[in-house]
């Protein structure tokens, strides 16, 4: 079956970096595109931006642009969400979800299956 | 961009049907059917429960049916049971740079 199995949670000092990762099984890694959504505590979730897992093509929420990287490597079918620059508005769980079309150009905003999620911490 | 807009909190009585909205606009709900809809349980990850406006996933219960008529998207229950008491977002694909909107979240409480 699908799994999203995301890394362990971190805590860091405001202006510092933190890396998630997302490691895919059960499925063609290549054939679909993953999103990152964020939902801090109390909240509603917020989407983050989208990487093609066969191409590495992104698209990132404007807010975003220019603190967030997404990657991935294909070859351990893990992705990787990157966010610089922390402060504490930055505290949330972080997710990865599947795009549920496979092949999509782009991310339709809908997600089919979602890691167990990551929580990060930004605390002086 | 505003997040679309739910209404905060519903309820509803064991075995009755509730009808959740959700109000875009034209750049986003009136204009794509990229709508999807997630029930999320306290501590846990969201589940998607429909998607493109009325579609099921595999596995979910029929008891759930979504539509759309012009801005707004619905996501009706049908015979509500205790284990559907949960939060509700929805989401819509956006013509806006943003892409991705998703709705404030509804709480809903089976009585």
């Known amino acids: 079956q699908v799994q999203l199995v995301q890394s362990g949670p971190e805590v860091k000092k405001p202006g510092a970096s933190v890396t998630v990762s997302c490691k895919a099984s059960?499925?063609?890694?290549?054939?679909?595109?993953l999103n990152w959504v964020r939902q801090a505590p109390g909240q509603g979730p917020e989407w983050m931006g989208w990487?093609?897992?066969?191409?590495?093509?992104?698209d990132s929420e404007q807010k975003f642009q220019g603190r967030v990287t997404m990657t991935r490597d294909t070859s351990t079918a893990t992705a990787y969400l990157r966010l610089e620059r922390l402060n504490s508005d930055d505290t949330a769980f972080y997710y990865c979800?599947?795009?549920?079309?496979?092949?999509?150009?782009?991310?339709?905003?809908?997600?089919?299956?979602w890691g167990q999620g990551t929580l990060v911490t930004v605390s002086s | 961009q505003s997040a679309l807009t739910q209404p905060a909190s519903m309820s509803g009585s064991l075995g009755e049907s509730i009808t959740i909205s959700c109000t875009g606009s034209?750049?986003?709900?009136?204009?794509?059917?990229?709508v999807s809809w997630y029930q999320q349980h306290p501590g846990k990850a969201p589940q998607l429960i429909i998607y493109?406006?009325?579609k099921r996933p595999s596995g979910v219960s029929h008891r759930f049916s979504g539509s759309k008529s012009g801005n707004t998207a619905s996501l009706t229950i049908s015979g509500l049971q205790v284990v559907d008491e949960a939060s509700y977002y929805c989401?819509?694909?956006?013509?806006?740079?943003?892409?991705?909107?998703f709705g404030g979240g509804t709480n809903l409480t089976v009585l």
């Open positions: 989401t819509s694909y956006t013509i806006v740079k943003t892409l991705v909107l």
């Open positions: 979800a599947r795009d549920v079309h496979p092949s999509a150009a782009s991310t339709t905003g809908q997600f089919d299956s």
């Open positions: 493109e406006v009325t």
């Open positions: 059960g499925f063609t890694f290549t054939n679909y595109g």
């Open positions: 990487i093609n897992l066969f191409s590495g093509n992104t």
């Open positions: 034209s750049n986003d709900v009136g204009r794509y059917d990229f």
